[in-house]
């Protein structure tokens, strides 16, 4: 009787390959009548290795081919602007699988003709566009990898989500600068004044960007902040109010938290 097996895994190792193969072999000779040991006989597989497969004449491996349900829609994407950078953000999709969050960007609204830009895990990409004051389209899906197949979930739009980088220090330096290389006191550039240098004795400022900052004092000893991302930090002492957990946590399913009041789990 002719089998119609997969290919042989290259080793025995329990991946989806593996499996896949064994469960076949299985099946199919337990169509013929064949039990556990005509499958590691014709396998090869004895028990003096360690290597043989133990069950009883009925037995099957359960069968663990991967669900292949596609991600959700990404909800909720905002972009805000930063000095030459765009940040695009998402609600946590709270999924209790490993995915990644790809970002998509267009000079003009089509998804079509849009390029990947950024990916990877967490609620937020960026995009570092120097010097690049032009508004872009975004779009953002999330792609499940199980190691077996990679299943694109849908875009959270059909149109983009326009986002615009601030004025970078390069950007400000090359419009202060002539054709022939020389600095310019100021520029004055679609309605917007730049200066080589200024003093203020006094300045009230509603928004700022600020690439680098040198000061002698900062009143005050608290700063409340709506939300900051930091990638690595180092925290001597802290104090949460509340609690601390990972983006991906979902109660009794996956990640962790650790509350003010209780142990951590």
Do not use: C
């Not at 986002?163 to 002539?178: E, M, P, V, W």
């Not at 020389?182 to 690439?211: C, Q, T």
Request: aromatic share 12%.
């Amino acid at each position: 009787m002719a089998f119609d097996l997969p290919p042989p895994p290259k080793s025995l190792k329990d991946d989806f390959a593996t499996r896949r193969f064994f469960d076949s072999v299985w099946r199919q000779l337990k169509e013929v009548g064949s039990g556990v040991t005509t499958i590691n006989k014709a396998l090869g597989l004895d028990k003096n290795s360690g290597s043989e497969i133990s069950g009883g004449e009925g037995d099957e491996l359960n069968p663990i081919l991967p669900d292949l349900t596609p991600p959700p829609r990404p909800k909720n994407i905002r972009t805000s602007e930063g000095m030459g950078l765009v940040f695009i953000e998402w609600d946590n999709p709270n999924l209790s699988y490993s995915y990644r969050a790809e970002v998509w960007r267009s000079d003009k609204n089509d998804v079509g003709a849009a390029r990947l830009i950024w990916s990877g895990q967490g609620l937020m990409g960026k995009d570092a566009l120097g010097s690049d004051m032009n508004p872009f389209y975004y779009w953002v899906r999330f792609v499940r990898d199980n190691g077996y197949q990679v299943v694109y979930g849908p875009w959270h739009q059909t149109g983009g989500t326009k986002g615009q980088a601030r004025f970078s220090s390069d950007y400000i330096l090359k419009t202060l600068t002539d054709a022939d290389g020389n600095r310019l006191p100021y520029v004055v550039k679609d309605g917007k004044y730049f200066f080589n240098s200024s003093y203020h004795a006094e300045a009230s400022i509603i928004s700022a960007a600020i690439e680098n900052l040198d000061v002698a004092k900062i009143k005050g000893d608290i700063a409340s902040f709506l939300k900051t991302y930091i990638t690595d930090g180092f925290i001597t002492n802290a104090m949460i109010g509340n609690e601390i957990k990972s983006d991906n946590y979902v109660a009794g399913k996956q990640g962790w938290i650790i509350k003010k009041q209780e142990p951590s789990v």
